[in-house]
C-alpha cells in the first residue's frame, strides 16, 4: 500500500494504531487496503480482517445485504470528482448493536500514487466535531507533501488554530547537542501570552516530563494538577503531546477546564500524522545523504582513476625526454589533457633568482601574456606561486573568481574560464628546481588527495630534472672549471678551519645511495682529538673516523647528512676538483659540464656558503671524466703483465668471497712464483685505489 507499509524505516502504521479515529485507506474501486487498530474498538473486526474487503460491508446490516447506495455514492464522488464527503452513517458492530458513525472520505497521492482514505469516528450532535475533521482532512493531505520539519511544523500550528478555539499552541523540538527541548514553531498568540515563545519557564519543565515519558496529558485545572507549579506557566488548561523523540506539541488556554477529551482525541491524530510527516522527511533526507555519499565516493574513485592515469602519463612521458626544455613541455602538456586542468606553467629560477617562464601550454592552444613576467621570492607575488616559493609547499587557491578587485594576474585567468589554481614546487633532496603552476576549469577541484598526487608528482619531475643534470655530465663533450672564494669560513666543514685553526684539505666526495656523502678531507695544524670534537659538535656531521695521524696531517672519513652543499653539487652532475679551508682564505673548484648553467652551482654555494665570488672560469675541451675514460686511464697505469696477472686472477675468481683460485693456483696457471703474483696484484689494487681517491 505505498509507502505506509513499504518502508520500515518509521512506524506509520504504529502511530495510527494509537489514534482513537478509525483510519480506512481504500483502493478506487472501494476495497480496503489498510486499516488501524481503531476499527476494531469501532466495528470488531480486526485489521487483518476487513483488508481485502469492500469498504461498504462495515456498514452493511448483514452480509448478504447489497452495497449501501451512500457509501457508492460518496466513493464515486471522491473518485471521480475528487470532492471530500462527510456525512453521518449506521455502522454495525460485530456483536450486533449499532451506532451512528461520523464519516469523512479524501483523496490523497501518496509515491505517485492514487489512494482514498476514511476517517470515521463515534459522532457527536457537536458540529465543531465536523469542523475538525474537515480541518484534519486538509492537514492529512498537505503534511505529506511538506519538505522540510519547519515546514510540517508550521502546518501543524496552523492547523492547531483552526481546530481550537484557544490558538496558544508551540511544537519544542529536541535539540541533541543541547540535551533540552526548544520551541520551533508557535502562534502569535503564544508569543503574546509570554512574552516569548515559551509556555513554561524553563526547557526541564512539564514539557519535558511528556518528552521523557512519551505520555500526552490533557491537564482540565493547572492549579489544581500537583505535577506542575502555577508559577512556572501561564497557561491554566492545556494538552500536551510528544511528538515522537522529535519534540512537544502544545495547545493551552488561560482558562481552566477548556479542553474536552474529543478535543484530545483530535489533538492526537494531528500529531499522530505531524509524527508520521516528521519521519518521512528524515528518511527521505537519509535517502539522499546516502545518494549523496555514494555519489561522492563515485566520484572519488573516478578522481583517484585519473590521477593514477596523470602519474602514470606524466613518468612516461618524462622517461622519454631527452633534455631539460622537453621535460619543461612534456609536464605541462600531459596535465593539460586531464580535465578540469585547462592551462599548465612550468618556471625555474634564473640567475638572479627569479622564477622565470620555461614552458606552457593550454588544452585549447591559449596562453597568457600575464604570466610571461618573472616571478620573484615575495609571498604575496604572483599569489599561489609567490607563495609556494616562499614556503615550498603546494599553495592553492580554489576560488579565483572570489574577493575583487583581482590582481592582473587573475583577471587574466578569470578571463579565461579558470576558477582554481595550484602551484607545486619541483623540489628533489632539498633542490628546489622550479615552480609548476596549475589552472581548472572547476572552483574546488584541488582538494587534499589532488594536493598529494600532484605534490609527488613535483618530486618525480625534480628527480627526472636531476637525472638530466647527472646525465649531461657524462655526454658533454666540454666542460667549464670554476673556481669560487668564500667569505664566510663559518659554513658547512669548513669552520674548521676558524673553530680548530688549522687547514682543511678535501681529498674525495663518495655520494651513498640513501642521500648522505662520505666525505674524505684532511687537516694540518691541528690534532686528531680536536677534530673529533669539533666534529661531534656538528649537526650536519653524523659520523667521524680517523684514518691515519701523521706527523705533518691527519687524514679523516666523515659521513654527512643529506642536502648538504656537497651533495647538492654532486646531484647536479658537478664534480669538485678541490677545496680548501684555512683561517685566512677559503676556496672551492668545481668543475661542471658545458651544457650546464653556472648560475644555479653559484645559487647553490650562496645558499649553503653564504657570500662567494666566481674568481676564475676555465673551459677545456673534454668532459668530465666519463666510466670509459677512467678504464682507459687505470689500464694505462698498469704494464702488460701487471694487466695480464689481474685478468686472470678475476676470472679465475681470485676476488670472490670465499675464493675460487688461490695464489698459489694462479702462479701454476701463469707459470710465475707465488711472491710475483702477489706483487702484481698489491700495485694493480694501489693504482686503482690511487685513482679513486686520489685523482678526482
Same mark, same amino acid.
Given at each position: 500500500?505505498?509507502?505506509?507499509?513499504?518502508?520500515?524505516?518509521?512506524?506509520?502504521?504504529?502511530?495510527?494504531?494509537?489514534?482513537?479515529?478509525?483510519?480506512?485507506?481504500?483502493?478506487?474501486?472501494?476495497?480496503?487496503?489498510?486499516?488501524?487498530?481503531?476499527?476494531?474498538?469501532?466495528?470488531?473486526?480486526?485489521?487483518?480482517?476487513?483488508?481485502?474487503?469492500?469498504?461498504?460491508?462495515?456498514?452493511?446490516?448483514?452480509?448478504?445485504?447489497?452495497?449501501?447506495?451512500?457509501?457508492?455514492?460518496?466513493?464515486?464522488?471522491?473518485?471521480?470528482?475528487?470532492?471530500?464527503?462527510?456525512?453521518?452513517?449506521?455502522?454495525?458492530?460485530?456483536?450486533?448493536?449499532?451506532?451512528?458513525?461520523?464519516?469523512?472520505?479524501?483523496?490523497?497521492?501518496?509515491?505517485?500514487?492514487?489512494?482514498?482514505?476514511?476517517?470515521?469516528?463515534?459522532?457527536?450532535?457537536?458540529?465543531?466535531?465536523?469542523?475538525?475533521?474537515?480541518?484534519?482532512?486538509?492537514?492529512?493531505?498537505?503534511?505529506?507533501?511538506?519538505?522540510?520539519?519547519?515546514?510540517?511544523?508550521?502546518?501543524?500550528?496552523?492547523?492547531?488554530?483552526?481546530?481550537?478555539?484557544?490558538?496558544?499552541?508551540?511544537?519544542?523540538?529536541?535539540?541533541?547537542?543541547?540535551?533540552?527541548?526548544?520551541?520551533?514553531?508557535?502562534?502569535?498568540?503564544?508569543?503574546?501570552?509570554?512574552?516569548?515563545?515559551?509556555?513554561?519557564?524553563?526547557?526541564?519543565?512539564?514539557?519535558?516530563?511528556?518528552?521523557?515519558?512519551?505520555? %500526552? @496529558?490533557? !491537564?482540565?485545572?493547572? #492549579?489544581?494538577?500537583?505535577?506542575?507549579? *502555577?508559577? =512556572? /506557566?501561564?497557561?491554566?488548561?492545556?494538552?500536551?503531546?510528544?511528538?515522537?523523540?522529535?519534540?512537544?506539541?502544545?495547545?493551552?488556554?488561560?482558562?481552566?477546564?477548556?479542553?474536552?477529551?474529543?478535543?484530545?482525541?483530535?489533538?492526537?491524530?494531528?500529531?499522530?500524522?505531524?509524527?508520521?510527516?516528521?519521519?518521512?522527511?528524515?528518511?527521505?533526507?537519509?535517502?539522499?545523504?546516502?545518494?549523496?555519499?555514494?555519489?561522492?565516493?563515485?566520484?572519488?574513485?573516478?578522481?583517484?582513476?585519473?590521477?593514477?592515469?596523470?602519474?602514470?602519463?606524466?613518468?612516461?612521458?618524462?622517461?622519454?625526454?631527452?633534455?631539460?626544455?622537453?621535460?619543461?613541455?612534456?609536464?605541462?602538456?600531459?596535465?593539460?589533457?586531464?580535465?578540469?586542468?585547462?592551462?599548465?606553467?612550468?618556471?625555474?629560477?634564473?640567475?638572479? %633568482? @627569479?622564477? !622565470?617562464?620555461?614552458? #606552457?601550454?593550454?588544452?585549447?592552444?591559449? *596562453?597568457? =601574456? /600575464?604570466?610571461?613576467?618573472?616571478?620573484?621570492?615575495?609571498?604575496?607575488?604572483?599569489?599561489?606561486?609567490?607563495?609556494?616559493?616562499?614556503?615550498?609547499?603546494?599553495?592553492?587557491?580554489?576560488?579565483?573568481?572570489?574577493?575583487?578587485?583581482?590582481?592582473?594576474?587573475?583577471?587574466?585567468?578569470?578571463?579565461?574560464?579558470?576558477?582554481?589554481?595550484?602551484?607545486?614546487?619541483?623540489?628533489?633532496?632539498?633542490?628546489?628546481?622550479?615552480?609548476?603552476?596549475?589552472?581548472?576549469?572547476?572552483?574546488?577541484?584541488?582538494?587534499?588527495?589532488?594536493?598529494?598526487?600532484?605534490?609527488?608528482?613535483?618530486?618525480?619531475?625534480?628527480?627526472?630534472?636531476?637525472?638530466?643534470?647527472?646525465?649531461q655530465s657524462f655526454v658533454s663533450d666540454q666542460s667549464i672549471e670554476l673556481e669560487f672564494s668564500v667569505?664566510?669560513?663559518?659554513?658547512? !666543514?669548513?669552520?674548521? #678551519?676558524?673553530?680548530?685553526?688549522?687547514?682543511?684539505?678535501?681529498?674525495?666526495?663518495?655520494?651513498?645511495?640513501?642521500?648522505?656523502?662520505?666525505?674524505?678531507?684532511?687537516?694540518?695544524?691541528?690534532?686528531?682529538?680536536?677534530?673529533?670534537?669539533?666534529?661531534?659538535?656538528?649537526?650536519?656531521?653524523?659520523?667521524?673516523?680517523?684514518?691515519?695521524?701523521?706527523?705533518?696531517?691527519?687524514?679523516?672519513?666523515?659521513?654527512?647528512?643529506?642536502?648538504?652543499?656537497?651533495?647538492?653539487?654532486?646531484?647536479?652532475?658537478?664534480?669538485?676538483?678541490?677545496?680548501?679551508?684555512?683561517?685566512?682564505?677559503?676556496?672551492?673548484?668545481?668543475?661542471?659540464?658545458?651544457?650546464?648553467?653556472?648560475?644555479?652551482?653559484?645559487?647553490?654555494?650562496?645558499?649553503?656558503?653564504?657570500?662567494?665570488?666566481?674568481?676564475?672560469?676555465?673551459?677545456?675541451?673534454?668532459?668530465?671524466?666519463?666510466?670509459?675514460?677512467?678504464?682507459?686511464?687505470?689500464?694505462?697505469q698498469l704494464t702488460e703483465r701487471q694487466r695480464e696477472v689481474l685478468q686472470t686472477a678475476y676470472y679465475?675468481?681470485?676476488?670472490?668471497?670465499?675464493?675460487?683460485?688461490?695464489?698459489?693456483?694462479?702462479?701454476?696457471?701463469?707459470?710465475?712464483?707465488?711472491?710475483?703474483?702477489?706483487?702484481h696484484l698489491r700495485t694493480a689494487e694501489r693504482e686503482l685505489f690511487s685513482m679513486v681517491y686520489d685523482?678526482?
Open positions: 500500500m505505498g509507502s505506509f507499509q513499504s518502508d520500515p524505516t518509521y512506524s506509520f502504521e504504529a502511530i495510527l494504531d494509537k489514534l482513537p479515529a478509525g483510519i480506512v485507506v481504500l483502493s478506487t474501486d472501494g476495497t480496503v487496503q489498510y486499516a488501524n487498530a481503531a476499527v476494531e474498538r469501532l466495528f470488531g473486526y480486526s485489521p487483518v480482517e476487513i483488508v481485502g474487503e469492500p469498504f461498504g460491508s462495515l456498514f452493511a446490516t448483514d452480509k448478504d445485504a447489497p452495497p449501501r447506495t451512500d457509501i457508492v455514492d460518496a466513493l464515486e464522488t471522491v473518485v471521480e470528482h475528487g470532492s471530500r464527503v462527510e456525512f453521518r452513517v449506521t455502522g454495525r458492530h460485530r456483536d450486533g448493536t449499532e451506532s451512528v458513525r461520523q464519516l469523512v472520505m479524501d483523496r490523497c497521492e501518496l509515491d505517485s500514487e492514487r489512494h482514498l482514505f476514511a476517517v470515521i469516528v463515534a459522532s457527536t450532535d457537536e458540529n465543531t466535531y465536523e469542523h475538525s475533521l474537515a480541518e484534519l482532512s486538509d492537514c492529512l493531505q498537505e503534511l505529506p507533501t511538506a519538505e522540510s520539519p519547519s515546514e510540517i511544523y508550521t502546518q501543524t500550528v496552523e492547523t492547531a488554530r483552526g481546530l481550537f478555539d484557544h490558538s496558544i499552541a508551540v511544537v519544542e523540538t529536541y535539540d541533541e547537542a543541547a540535551g533540552r527541548l526548544d520551541p520551533t514553531e508557535w502562534t502569535p498568540e503564544a508569543e503574546a501570552l509570554t512574552n516569548g515563545p515559551r509556555l513554561f519557564s524553563t526547557e526541564w519543565a512539564f514539557p519535558w516530563r511528556i518528552f521523557s515519558r512519551q505520555e %500526552g @496529558e490533557l !491537564v482540565a485545572d493547572v #492549579a489544581a494538577y500537583d505535577r506542575i507549579d *502555577s508559577d =512556572e /506557566t501561564s497557561l491554566r488548561s492545556a494538552i500536551l503531546l510528544p511528538i515522537g523523540s522529535h519534540g512537544v506539541f502544545i495547545i493551552g488556554a488561560t482558562e481552566p477546564d477548556t479542553f474536552t477529551e474529543t478535543e484530545f482525541d483530535i489533538a492526537t491524530i494531528l500529531v499522530a500524522a505531524t509524527q508520521a510527516a516528521r519521519e518521512r522527511v528524515d528518511h527521505e533526507r537519509r535517502v539522499r545523504e546516502k545518494q549523496t555519499q555514494l555519489n561522492q565516493q563515485s566520484a572519488s574513485l573516478d578522481r583517484l582513476r585519473r590521477l593514477n592515469d596523470i602519474t602514470r602519463e606524466l613518468t612516461s612521458g618524462l622517461t622519454e625526454a631527452e633534455s631539460r626544455a622537453e621535460i619543461y613541455r612534456t609536464v605541462c602538456e600531459r596535465l593539460v589533457t586531464f580535465s578540469p586542468y585547462q592551462f599548465a606553467w612550468f618556471g625555474a629560477r634564473n640567475g638572479t %633568482g @627569479e622564477v !622565470v617562464p620555461k614552458a #606552457a601550454v593550454g588544452s585549447d592552444g591559449s *596562453s597568457l =601574456e /600575464t604570466f610571461e613576467q618573472p616571478y620573484t621570492d615575495e609571498p604575496t607575488a604572483h599569489g599561489t606561486v609567490g607563495r609556494a616559493l616562499d614556503e615550498r609547499t603546494p599553495q592553492v587557491d580554489n576560488a579565483l573568481h572570489q574577493d575583487p578587485p583581482f590582481e592582473p594576474w587573475r583577471e587574466a585567468a578569470i578571463q579565461h574560464g579558470y576558477r582554481a589554481a595550484i602551484s607545486i614546487p619541483v623540489i628533489y633532496q632539498g633542490t628546489l628546481y622550479g615552480i609548476i603552476t596549475v589552472f581548472a576549469s572547476e572552483a574546488d577541484t584541488f582538494d587534499s588527495v589532488e594536493v598529494s598526487v600532484l605534490q609527488e608528482l613535483g618530486g618525480i619531475v625534480g628527480y627526472a630534472l636531476n637525472a638530466d643534470e647527472r646525465r667569505h664566510d669560513r663559518s659554513a658547512s !666543514v669548513f669552520s674548521l #678551519a676558524t673553530d680548530v685553526g688549522g687547514v682543511f684539505t678535501l681529498e674525495n666526495l663518495i655520494e651513498r645511495p640513501d642521500g648522505t656523502t662520505t666525505m674524505f678531507f684532511a687537516v694540518s695544524g691541528a690534532t686528531a682529538a680536536e677534530v673529533v670534537a669539533w666534529a661531534d659538535d656538528q649537526s650536519s656531521v653524523t659520523e667521524i673516523r680517523l684514518l691515519t695521524d701523521r706527523e705533518e696531517e691527519c687524514l679523516f672519513e666523515c659521513v654527512l647528512e643529506e642536502s648538504t652543499v656537497w651533495s647538492q653539487l654532486l646531484q647536479r652532475g658537478g664534480m669538485v676538483q678541490d677545496a680548501t679551508a684555512a683561517p685566512e682564505t677559503t676556496r672551492i673548484v668545481i668543475r661542471i659540464p658545458r651544457t650546464a648553467d653556472p648560475r644555479t652551482f653559484e645559487t647553490v654555494l650562496q645558499k649553503h656558503l653564504g657570500t662567494v665570488d666566481l674568481v676564475a672560469r676555465r673551459e677545456y675541451n673534454e668532459p668530465i671524466q666519463t666510466a670509459e675514460q677512467f678504464e682507459t686511464e687505470y689500464q694505462n679465475a675468481g681470485f676476488f670472490e668471497w670465499p675464493r675460487e683460485t688461490n695464489a698459489g693456483e694462479l702462479a701454476d696457471i701463469l707459470g710465475i712464483a707465488q711472491p710475483t703474483v702477489s706483487r685523482d678526482r
